[in-house]
């Protein structure tokens, strides 16, 4: 958290991070200053919701980070945060391009979205969810983006590298560049497995 505070990837308030180990989740605490979190920040809930840390209230988006854990079996960390120009694109499920580069396409493949529902809520939790069935990165519709991994730097890295795909995004289209990574120059990314 505190990484993503100092990239400018989320706000004092905003985001949450959460790590599977085994039975149990490890998950920021609501109402902490993600520029300063310590160790004793993180809360713990079990795979059925239970807070195992009731002196600490567990993030408003911990229904969301459990719903995605029993879609995605493979995933072991959550990153949540409010990047601003991947946020502003958040609109759209479109408009974050990831084939203008390389890295993102390879990456990032194509970000899933989520419809707008309300922060916290249960419907919430169900659209990510059905969004992380089809992509390790999720666009939540005027909200954020959440990014998923094997491991939280992965995930880490799957979040930065959507801000930088939804800047290039704004750049290229204000310069007017229309170039494109080619199809078969896709096909072949899609095919790399990261």
Not at 59 to 81: C, F, G, K, W
Not at 89 to 94: E, K, Y
Request: charged residues 20%; without cysteine; positive net charge.
């Amino acid at each position: 958290m505190r990484r993503l505070y100092k990239q400018g990837l989320t706000t004092t308030s905003g985001g949450n991070i959460s790590v599977r180990h085994k039975n149990l989740v490890y998950i920021t605490a609501s109402q902490t200053d993600k520029g300063r979190m310590k160790p004793s920040d993180v809360g713990t809930v079990d795979l059925n919701g239970n807070n195992l840390t009731p002196s600490l209230p567990l993030s408003m988006e911990t229904q969301m980070h459990l719903a995605i854990y029993a879609m995605r079996p493979d995933v072991n960390a959550i990153v949540h945060a409010h990047p601003v120009a991947a946020t502003t694109l958040s609109a759209s499920p479109n408009f974050i391009d990831t084939g203008i580069n390389g890295e993102a396409r390879a990456l990032l493949g194509i970000p899933a979205f989520a419809p707008y529902q309300r922060m916290g809520s249960k419907a919430l939790a169900g659209e990510a969810a059905k969004a992380a069935a089809k992509s390790n990165i999720i666009i939540l519709q005027h909200h954020g983006i959440v990014a998923l991994g094997n491991e939280l730097l992965k995930a880490f890295d799957r979040l930065e590298l959507t801000e930088m795909a939804a800047r290039s995004t704004i750049i290229r289209k204000n310069m007017g560049i229309k170039d494109h990574l080619t199809p078969d120059q896709l096909n072949e990314l899609d095919e790399l497995n990261f």
